[in-house]
């Protein structure tokens, strides 16, 4: 990209990142803040959600079939199966 673009460019766009952020790393925390939002509004009081509760960690490569089952659990859990049953249908450990 340097070969494309001039240092300033690049100091400008650097310098208007700083003023308004993007890209992916932006839209999960948009996306953290209205589940943390829902997760509030649709659970039963008993926690509170903040959008850290629901920003992905990349630190891993990937889950396995245990961690995919228990995610949906907690899923299944948080949202007393609202519509997940379409996903989980036939599915072991999950359904």
Known sequence: MQGEISSREFA???AYYRLEPFGEERADLRNARLMALLAQINGDGSREFSPADFMPDFGSVGL???EEVDVAEKARALFG???LDKFTEGRKGIG
Do not use: A, I, P, V
């Open 12 to 14: 400008e766009w650097l």
């Open 64 to 66: 396995d079939r245990t």
């Open 81 to 83: 199966g609202f519509g």
